[in-house]
């Protein structure tokens, strides 16, 4: 499986961003995961295709996650973005017992 994620960019405290991405096949779960520097990666936000959605308490209210089955793809509505939001951000599933990563987009939040 293939993911190819987008959006990410520069953005002021307040600001929101979309970030999308687009698998190559159907998976179960797809995810955002974010990885600020010198810290580990972590969760940020999942969706199963049943619509079963997880989200970080960081994130609560102010991200929401969505998906189109048909089209394969997961999107990441960032609004009332903060300076600790800034990362690069990783599309994330699943399939064949494996866990897939997207090349990673950098999000910037200036204050």
């Known amino acids: 499986v293939q993911l190819q994620a987008s959006g990410g960019g520069l953005v002021q405290t307040g600001g929101s961003l979309r970030l999308s991405c687009v698998a190559s096949?159907?998976?179960?779960?797809m995810g955002w995961y974010r990885q600020a520097p010198g810290k580990q990666r972590e969760v940020v936000a999942t969706?199963?295709?049943?619509?079963?959605?997880y989200y970080a308490d960081s994130v609560k209210g102010r991200f929401t996650i969505s998906r189109d089955i048909r089209k394969n793809t997961v999107a990441l509505q960032m609004n009332s973005l903060k300076a600790e939001d800034t990362a690069v951000y990783y599309c994330?599933?699943?399939?064949?017992?494996?866990?897939?990563w997207g090349q990673g987009t950098q999000v910037t939040v200036s204050s």
């Open positions: 994330n599933t699943h399939k064949y017992g494996l866990e897939l």
């Open positions: 096949e159907r998976t179960f779960i």
């Open positions: 969706i199963s295709s049943v619509g079963h959605i």
